[in-house]
């Protein structure tokens, strides 16, 4: 003879079936963050590519990077602005590229001396999706994934 289920027992069957339900959309969730997040950066490491004599005055006077001189930080800068928001849409070296892009947003935030409260919230966002992405990987549609184990199987040792 079945029992009808107990009002927890309901609870917990529908607690389930809601998490199977956001479960699913770990994936597109991962890609969306990716993808925003490329933009983001891409389109900053464009408008210091732009006009680089600007991007210099800026880290020269404005950006106090430490421990680098201002033309290798706006190289530096700019080059991670430009190369890691690209294998961060690919999900090629997904953590990496996440962690970088953290490093290039922290150091923005520390090297400048005044920052508005609206910008620090932006950075502080980014920030947060870099780290979730560092930490959890650039989710199952990746390249990383798919590689993973190429890779793997590639370094077997006979």
């Not at 892009?101 to 919230?121: C, G, K, R, T």
Request: with cysteine; proline share 8%.
């Amino acid at each position: 003879m079945n029992t009808p289920p107990s009002a927890p027992q309901k609870v917990l069957g529908l607690w389930r079936r809601f998490s199977a339900a956001l479960d699913l959309l770990q994936p597109a969730a991962a890609l969306a963050a990716r993808l925003y997040l490329a933009q983001v950066f891409f389109l900053s490491g464009l408008t210091k590519l732009r006009d680089w004599d600007t991007t210099l005055a800026l880290f020269t006077d404005e950006y106090r990077v430490p421990l680098l001189p201002p033309a290798v930080a706006a190289i530096a800068g700019t080059a991670g602005e430009l190369v890691l928001p690209v294998l961060l849409v690919l999900g090629l070296a997904g953590r990496f590229s996440a962690l970088g892009l953290f490093v290039v947003n922290a150091v923005a935030v520390i090297s400048l001396s005044e920052i508005a409260p609206a910008a620090l919230q932006q950075h502080v966002f980014w920030g947060a999706l870099l780290a979730g992405l560092a930490i959890y990987g650039g989710g199952p549609w990746s390249m990383d994934r798919w590689l993973a184990p190429l890779l793997q199987r590639a370094c077997r040792t006979p």
